[in-house]
């Protein structure tokens, strides 16, 4: 699979950064070590390489666009190789999305998918684990189209739900330090944008895509004044967005 000109700022990043934990930095995850990748289907037509599965955890930090037809897709996933890429595909327009990847060794990643019709998926201890969604497809063309990861009992899982049709999701999970502290935060349209703790100790990534993406829709994460945020816009009232995120605590 060919690497494009356009992303070699962020392979160079990504090399820069695996080598010094190589040559023995701290290898606990800080946020100046993170490294984000935008796919946009005006852009892009092939998959963007973001790095080994086995060095990088990667999540998905905002989505935008149309997602009103049954082949609009954004996925962050693993190839035969263990590597990480970043892809899409849309009839519609404006589809976009940002992946956000932090350095993190662990000799376990699952994957999980859930399909419109399918009843919860479970992913494991939230003691032990830390989750993030990774792919959103199908038609969010009303009101009650929701694909999500979320913790419930001490256990994460993974959900959705659609009146139309192909709506579907992907997470993934990679082991954590047992107890480490993963906290909640959920916004929905209308409000203004969540503070999710500081961006100095902690690592966020979206676990929801909730509403009507019939045009300009979308759900973010952000950084401001040294914080996380937790948001989204619409151009309509009617369009009832949502989203959520985990945090993980980087400093024990």
């Known amino acids: 699979m060919k690497h494009f000109p356009i992303r070699i700022t962020f392979v160079v990043a990504v090399l820069l950064t695996t080598l010094s934990l190589a040559a023995g930095a701290q290898s606990s995850p800080k946020v100046g070590a993170t490294a984000t990748y935008v796919w946009d289907q005006s852009l892009d037509s092939e998959p963007i390489y973001m790095g080994s599965t086995k060095e990088w955890f990667c999540g998905i930090k905002s989505v935008r666009g149309q997602f009103n037809g049954e082949k609009e897709r954004v996925l962050i996933a693993e190839d035969s190789t263990g590597n990480w890429y970043l892809s899409g595909a849309s009839n519609k327009k404006k589809v976009r999305i940002e992946a956000l990847c932090f350095p993190h060794r662990?000799?376990?990643?699952?994957?999980?998918?859930?399909?419109?019709?399918?009843?919860?998926?479970?992913?494991?201890?939230?003691?032990?684990?830390?989750?993030?969604?990774?792919?959103?497809?199908?038609?969010?063309?009303?009101?009650?189209?929701?694909?999500?990861?979320?913790?419930?009992?001490?256990?994460?899982?993974?959900?959705?739900?659609?009146?139309?049709?192909?709506?579907?999701?992907?997470?993934?999970?990679?082991?954590?330090?047992?107890?480490?502290?993963?906290?909640?935060?959920?916004?929905?349209?209308?409000?203004?944008?969540?503070?999710?703790?500081?961006?100095?100790?902690?690592?966020?990534?979206?676990?929801?895509?909730?509403?009507?993406?019939?045009?300009?829709?979308?759900?973010?994460?952000?950084?401001?004044?040294?914080?996380?945020?937790?948001?989204?816009?619409?151009?309509?009232?009617?369009?009832?967005?949502?989203?959520?995120?985990?945090?993980?605590?980087?400093?024990?």
């Open 106 to 252: 662990s000799s376990v990643l699952s994957v999980y998918k859930w399909n419109q019709g399918q009843d919860r998926v479970l992913l494991g201890s939230v003691a032990r684990r830390y989750c993030a969604l990774t792919s959103i497809s199908g038609n969010f063309a009303g009101r009650g189209e929701a694909v999500r990861v979320y913790a419930e009992n001490g256990s994460w899982y993974l959900s959705g739900q659609s009146k139309k049709k192909g709506v579907s999701g992907q997470a993934a999970c990679t082991d954590i330090e047992e107890n480490t502290p993963v906290k909640f935060f959920d916004w929905t349209q209308g409000q203004p944008s969540e503070e999710a703790g500081s961006a100095a100790t902690s690592i966020c990534m979206l676990t929801s895509m909730t509403g009507e993406f019939a045009g300009d829709e979308a759900i973010m994460l952000g950084w401001a004044g040294g914080l996380w945020t937790l948001g989204g816009n619409a151009k309509r009232d009617t369009t009832h967005i949502g989203t959520s995120a985990a945090c993980i605590s980087l400093n024990r």
